[in-house]
């Protein structure tokens, strides 16, 4: 971890702010001295305007825009346009004078994309890409697998030179693909459990073991085969996988204020990335854009608490960026952390208010001591203002996880993905039932105009609310159950969760669990 040199980034920024005809924002100078007075709820909150918020994603679309060839507009980690939001993040926070920024180096693998092709006996299957799977041209014999291919013992001999045609379902993806170059398949199409098409990620490489080339295709598509290769027919399958990926750099973004107790910090996170095929104003960059006007705001008050705003990178590649922070703190570090806040897409076209559902009274899964009480405060503030609220489920399946699994009281909030808004949603948010909550999610289409303002400014003012809460005092939390908390790294992983991944990264054939269910469903587990 190194701190933020300003120096010459300041001239980058001047430039950034003014290059772009659009974007009339640059950043605004505190309207009082820096920590004048106490931060408050209500004088933050007011602090807080649309304006500010389009502006600020403006430029993320910028960085993402100005790059020549169209297969590069994104924000992807380690690009061009996500080392732009970087210094973009870390330059406006480190002028306030008011925080200690830093960046935290990491590297990884990171699939840039590709294309895949399946003809069975000649007739196309309309195959998808996995990223991460190895590349590959193969024709051979199209094998059906036992159950849904997660133990090897799934693999029949037969499968040694074939192609394995394995159902959705239970386990990821990746190891179904791993599982089956075992068991010395060439390759290996996975097909959906629920009607449609499937694509997805198999995920970095794991200790199982070398993927192979690897396609999914339609439920439909899947059953055909199956009937054909149970009857006995013999179905000779060509799969072409091309499959680009890349060693990249990047950087996390870590602003913590200068002022405040640091053995009662609040963390509060967003991610800086976006997935190869697009901008992604809405994912995530307008949990970025709100948790910075945030931090800008604060700057003209004092704190009573550490409030420490983290910037992650990867996480659409498995929440890696978050899960690097997390195991780079020792025990003492993490003690010191009393509550962590995470927002992922707030501003959704066709939105709902979602609050992740802490004390698991929706799904189910409950967060660690405190995070019950982080879900009231979301719900007493939408109340306040008269807004409907519902939850959403806890699930570890974004930035939060890393933090519930060394046992971090955490919260948040979310608007929705690529669910399917219902009837009821639609009486208590407005919007369209039975249309997609982001229509553009993880698309070329989730730039400046997919977000909605309107829920932008209520979750922006949400999270102002919540950071002057939790800055001034952590007396609204559980303090017996946080005192009894002890935090060991490793040793708290907890079952209820899956392994990191990212939240492209589920599927599972998971579906609508109740009328609110509203995660970020992906696309890592069969």
């Given at each position: 971890m190194r701190t933020f040199q300003y120096g010459a980034a300041l001239g980058v920024l001047?430039?950034?702010a003014s290059c772009s005809p659009k974007n009339p924002y640059?950043?605004?100078p505190a309207r009082r001295q820096y920590g004048a007075q106490p931060v408050d709820s209500e004088t933050l909150r007011a602090a807080i305007d649309s304006d500010a918020l389009l502006a600020h994603a403006r430029m993320l679309e910028d960085f993402a825009y100005r790059q020549p060839d169209p297969a590069d507009r994104n924000r992807l980690m380690g690009g061009a346009g996500h080392n732009l939001t970087v210094e973009y993040v870390a330059g406006l926070l480190n002028a306030t004078g008011y925080y200690d920024v830093e960046l935290q180096p990491w590297s990884t693998l990171v699939p840039l994309g590709g294309n895949a092709s399946f003809f069975a006996n000649g007739v196309s299957q309309n195959a998808s890409l996995f990223s991460y799977s190895a590349s590959g041209n193969v024709?051979?014999?199209v094998v059906a697998v036992s159950n849904l291919g997660c133990a090897a013992s799934d693999y029949p001999p037969e499968v040694d030179g074939a192609i394995a045609l394995v159902s959705r379902g239970s386990c990821e993806f990746g190891q179904k693909s791993a599982l089956a170059g075992n068991a010395g398949a060439v390759g290996a199409v996975i097909y959906n459990n629920i009607p449609g098409g499937l694509n997805g990620t198999l995920g970095q490489p794991?200790?199982?073991?070398?993927?192979?080339?690897?396609?999914g295709i339609s439920q439909e598509a899947g059953l055909a085969l199956l009937e054909l290769v149970s009857a006995g027919t013999e179905v000779t399958g060509a799969l072409d996988v091309v499959s680009e990926i890349e060693f990249r750099s990047t950087n996390n973004v870590l602003a913590q204020t200068k002022g405040g107790n640091p053995n009662a910090t609040l963390v509060v996170g967003a991610h800086s990335d976006s997935v190869a095929e697009g901008p992604g104003i809405?994912?995530?960059?307008?949990?970025?854009?709100g948790i910075l006007e945030v931090a800008l705001q604060l700057a003209n008050y004092t704190t009573t608490n550490s409030v420490r705003f983290g910037f992650w990178s990867g996480e659409e590649e498995g929440l890696l960026g978050?899960?690097?922070?997390?195991?780079?703190?020792s025990n003492a570090s993490l003690a010191q952390i009393k509550l962590y806040l995470n927002f992922d897409m707030i501003a959704s076209p066709n939105y709902f208010l979602g609050i992740y559902d802490g004390d698991g009274s929706s799904f189910n899964i409950s967060g660690p001591p405190g995070s019950a009480e982080a879900e009231r405060l979301f719900e007493e503030f939408f109340d306040s203002i008269g807004q409907n609220h519902t939850a959403t489920e806890f699930s570890g399946r974004s930035d939060y996880g890393p933090f519930l699994d060394v046992n971090i009281a955490s919260g948040g909030l979310f608007t929705g993905a690529e669910g399917i808004k219902t009837e009821e949603e639609e009486a208590l948010f407005g919007g369209e039932a039975g249309v997609a909550y982001d229509i553009n999610y993880h698309g070329?289409?989730?730039n400046v105009t997919n977000l909605n303002m309107e829920a932008f400014l209520i979750n922006t003012q949400a999270i102002a609310h919540s950071v002057a809460t939790y800055a001034t005092s952590f007396e609204s939390l559980n303090?017996?159950?946080?005192?009894?908390?002890?935090?060991g790294g490793a040793n708290f992983r907890r079952s209820l969760h899956a392994p990191r991944c990212s939240p492209s990264c589920f599927g599972g054939g998971m579906q609508r669990r109740d009328r609110f269910r509203s995660t970020k469903l992906g696309v890592m587990y069969g």
């Open positions: 001047a430039t950034l640059i950043w605004r024709t051979a014999p794991r200790a199982l073991g070398p993927y192979v080339p690897t396609a809405n994912d995530d960059g307008s949990g970025v854009v978050s899960t690097f922070y997390v195991d780079s703190l070329a289409g989730d303090q017996t159950a946080l005192a009894k908390r002890s935090v």
